[in-house]
Structure formats: structure tokens, C-alpha cells
């Protein structure tokens, strides 16, 4: 296994820490000497980033005097929360945080791969896995925070009085498995797109750089950007809609 150097030094760290916890726990490790992953270095180097980002911003904050720092926070801030009082509606400011780590995640985790050294973890599919299963279970958790028993409402259809009984009583049973494979279609949805898009970015840019080192590369870098950018928000605009949906009072 091909190793950056950032996930060597992990790995000379702590790799035998991780080797032998593993193997206390009857975990097959692939690579003993090097448990760490590319993929899985990346995302610890991106959560330090965030880490660190965040300890400045807190340091540097100033009402009379805010400096650049504090302004893009707030820009990102302001941003992710008019996203969410939009898709949301209701309570909507109770999720910002966590889209706003999220969005910054996974850009950070998308950008970075464009340093010379380094890798995009959302290029791997484990990480874009990562986040959707941690949203899905996000939003279950709100809904059922939220509704209660009622929760289950939203998975078997109108339940209006008005309805005949014949079909209140075989709706839920035709609604129910339907409603969960779209549930669990979402967590598929989510790592397949971001994954995907991102894969074939990095799969472009480095052929074009092996092709032609200068000049031309430098456009699809630009493209990265882009797409990067599209990508977190459109992973994080979905999951605040399945937060919204989810946190709905089902009628």
C-alpha cells in the first residue's frame, strides 16, 4: 500500500497501537504495519483543520474589531442557516451546527486532495458512506425526538378519517416497505453521488497533469473547485430536507 506521507507518520505514531487493538478484538488488519489508511488519514487531517480552525475563530472573536477569520465563519454560518430555515422551516435553528460542520467537512474533505501530496477522503467510498449513515441516523433520531410513536406515521401513509377503512387499514401494509428501502435508498443516494462526482474529478485532473504537467491541468483544477462546491451543497440541502421531512409533525 502506497502511503502519503501524512498517513506514514500516523502510522509510525500510532500504528501499532491501532495493530494490536485491533488484533485484541479479533479484527483481521490487512496491513500490521501500516493499519491507517490513506482515506482514514485524511479525514483525521481534515478534522484537525476544522479543529483548528474553530480554536482560532473562538480566540479572535471580536464585537468591535472582527476580523477575517470571524467574518468568513459568520458568511458560512449565515449561510447554512437561511438554507435551513428555508428546506427546514420549523425549529430550523437547532440543525445548523450540525450542517455546518457537516457542509465544512465535506468541502475541506474535498478540496484538499488539490495539495500537491495529499488525497480527497470523499474519493474513497467509506467516507461519503460515513456521512450519509451519520445524517440517516441524524434525522431518524430528530424525528423520533420530535414525534414519538408518532414517527412511524410517516412511513405509512394519510391516516385521515376521511379515508375509507379498507384502505386505512391496507395502505400502511403497502406503504411501510416502501417508505423504508426509500429511507434506505437515501444512505446509497448520498454516499453514490458525492463519491462519484468526486472520484471522477480526481480521476481527471490526474490524467490531464500526466498528460500535460502544465497550462491546460489548471482548468480542471478550477472544475474541481466547482464541482467540490456543488457537491457539498447539494449533500447538505438533501439532508436538511430529510431533517425537515423528518421533523414534520406527520398528520
Avoid at 19 to 35: K, N
Avoid at 84 to 93: L, Q, R
Avoid at 104 to 130: K, W
Avoid at 209 to 225: D, M, Q
Amino acid at each position: 500500500m502506497e502511503q502519503l506521507a501524512f498517513t506514514a507518520l500516523l502510522n509510525h505514531l500510532v500504528g501499532g497501537l491501532i495493530t494490536a487493538l485491533l488484533q485484541a478484538l479479533h479484527i483481521h488488519v490487512m496491513h500490521p504495519g501500516a493499519p491507517i489508511s490513506n482515506s482514514f488519514a485524511m479525514e483525521i487531517l481534515v478534522a484537525l483543520l476544522l479543529v483548528a480552525f474553530f480554536a482560532l475563530v473562538r480566540m479572535k472573536l471580536s464585537v468591535e474589531r472582527p476580523g477575517g477569520l470571524q467574518h468568513t465563519m459568520e458568511a458560512i454560518h449565515a449561510g447554512v442557516a437561511d438554507l435551513a430555515a428555508d428546506t427546514i422551516a420549523h425549529h430550523s435553528d437547532r440543525y445548523v451546527s450540525y450542517l455546518t460542520v457537516l457542509a465544512l467537512f465535506i468541502l475541506i474533505g474535498n478540496l484538499i486532495g488539490l495539495v500537491p501530496g495529499l488525497e480527497s477522503p470523499t474519493a474513497v467510498p467509506v467516507v461519503p458512506l460515513g456521512c450519509a449513515l451519520f445524517t440517516w441516523f441524524y434525522y431518524h433520531f430528530h424525528g423520533v425526538r420530535i414525534n414519538g410513536s408518532g414517527y412511524i406515521k410517516h412511513f405509512i401513509g394519510p391516516q385521515d378519517k376521511d379515508i375509507p377503512i379498507i384502505l386505512r387499514i391496507f395502505l400502511p401494509i403497502l406503504m411501510f416497505p416502501i417508505e423504508a428501502f426509500s429511507h434506505l435508498a437515501r444512505v446509497m443516494s448520498l454516499t453514490v453521488r458525492l463519491f462519484a462526482n468526486m472520484f471522477a474529478g480526481e480521476m481527471v485532473t490526474l490524467v490531464f497533469f500526466s498528460l500535460i504537467p502544465l497550462g491546460v491541468p489548471l482548468v480542471f483544477e478550477g472544475l474541481h473547485v466547482g464541482v467540490s462546491v456543488i457537491q457539498t451543497y447539494i449533500f447538505v440541502l438533501l439532508a436538511a430536507a430529510y431533517i425537515g421531512e423528518a421533523t414534520a409533525h406527520a398528520h
